[in-house]
C-alpha cells in the first residue's frame, strides 16, 4: 500500500523566518506533487517536480525531490503571512490516481 | 479558460438517502478523478474515469459509484447515507501531461 507522510503537521512560524516541510513516500513514483489549500477552498498547484533533483521555485517556495530517498521538501524562506495555508504533497500511481500527504498547516504569525 | 466546475457547492441530506455529485472537467481534458476529504482520513481517491471508463479504484465501499459522459462530464453517487459520509468531495480534472485541476468542491452534511 501506498504511504505518503508528511512532517509536520502544523507549523507555526514568525514572519521572516525559515523552515521546511518533508514529504517521505512508500514507493516509487514518477513524479511528486505540492499544493496549497486555504481554510473551504480547493485545492491549488504548487509545483510539479518530474524527476531526480529537480528543483523548482516559486516566490518564497522551493520544492525539490530525491526519488533514490523517496522524500521531496518544500522550503519556505522569509515566510510572509499570506503563506499561511495547509500544504500537501503527493504522489501519482497508475493513470491519474493521486496519493495524498496528512498536510502540514502553517501558520505565519506576523 | 474555464476550470473545474463543481456543482451543487453544498448539500445537506438524511442518513439513508442517496446523492449525485457533478463535475464538468477543464475543456479537453479526459480525466476525471474523485476524492474525499475529511479531517480525519484526509484525501483519500475514491476513483477515476477515463473516456467513459472507471480505470482506477480506491478503497471505498459499493455504495459509491460514478460515471462519466461522453463530453468527459462525470458525476458520483453515494447510496444509502451515512454519518461518516459527511466530507468535502473534490474532482481533479487532468491532462496527458499528469498535472491535476481541482475544483471548489461539494461540501457533503450528513444530518
Known amino acids: 500500500e501506498l504511504k505518503v507522510e508528511q512532517n509536520p503537521l502544523f507549523l507555526s512560524m514568525q514572519e521572516g523566518k525559515n523552515y521546511t516541510i518533508y514529504c517521505n513516500y512508500s514507493?516509487?513514483?514518477?513524479?511528486l506533487y505540492w499544493y496549497r489549500q486555504d481554510p473551504g477552498k480547493s485545492l491549488e498547484s504548487l509545483f510539479v517536480?518530474?524527476?531526480?533533483?529537480a528543483v523548482k521555485q516559486e516566490g518564497r517556495l522551493m520544492a525539490s525531490l530525491d526519488t533514490k530517498a523517496r522524500l521531496s521538501t518544500l522550503h519556505i524562506t522569509a515566510a510572509v503571512h499570506d503563506l499561511s495555508a495547509t500544504y500537501f504533497c503527493?504522489?501519482?500511481?497508475?493513470?491519474?490516481?493521486?496519493?495524498f500527504g496528512t498536510g502540514t498547516s502553517l501558520t505565519v504569525i506576523p | 479558460k474555464a476550470g473545474v466546475t463543481q456543482t451543487p457547492r453544498y448539500l445537506i441530506k438524511t442518513r439513508g438517502q442517496q446523492v449525485t455529485l457533478s463535475c464538468s472537467p477543464i475543456?479537453?481534458?479526459?480525466?476525471v478523478s474523485w476524492y474525499q476529504q475529511t479531517p480525519g482520513q484526509g484525501l483519500q481517491f475514491l476513483f477515476e474515469y477515463f473516456s467513459e471508463t472507471q480505470r482506477n479504484k480506491g478503497n471505498f465501499p459499493g455504495r459509491f459509484s460514478g460515471r462519466q459522459f461522453s463530453n468527459s462530464r462525470s458525476e458520483m453517487n453515494v447510496s444509502t447515507l451515512e454519518l461518516g459520509d459527511s466530507a468535502l468531495y473534490l474532482c481533479a480534472s487532468s491532462n496527458g501531461q499528469g498535472e491535476a485541476f481541482f475544483g471548489q468542491g461539494t461540501r457533503l452534511t450528513v444530518v
Open positions: 503527493a504522489v501519482r500511481r497508475t493513470g491519474n490516481q493521486f496519493y
Open positions: 514507493t516509487t513514483s514518477d513524479r
Open positions: 517536480l518530474l524527476s531526480n533533483g
Open positions: 475543456s479537453g481534458h479526459r480525466s
